[in-house]
């Protein structure tokens, strides 16, 4: 993979902040409707569903961002 700029780098850097910010605010919605029931099953599925994938995204962009190093 060939080196990011500064601008790659800031561009991911707040996609990532993002995705973070977006997965605490889902997970804290998931235990929110768990813990009410209001929620149907098929509403929660669908908020882990997509909860993963973020949390999928949060792991290629730290792998971008800081890859790992051999010493």
Do not use: F
């Not at 707040?14 to 995705?19: R, S, V, Y």
């Amino acid at each position: 993979m060939l080196p990011l700029d500064t601008e790659q780098q800031a561009r991911l850097g707040l996609e990532l902040a993002t995705k973070r910010q977006e997965h605490g605010d889902l997970d804290a919605a998931i235990r929110t409707l768990s813990a009410t029931g209001v929620a149907d099953a098929t509403l929660i599925q669908r908020l882990k569903k997509r909860k993963l994938a973020l949390k999928d995204r949060i792991t290629q962009l730290e792998n971008i961002l800081l890859p790992d190093i051999i010493a």
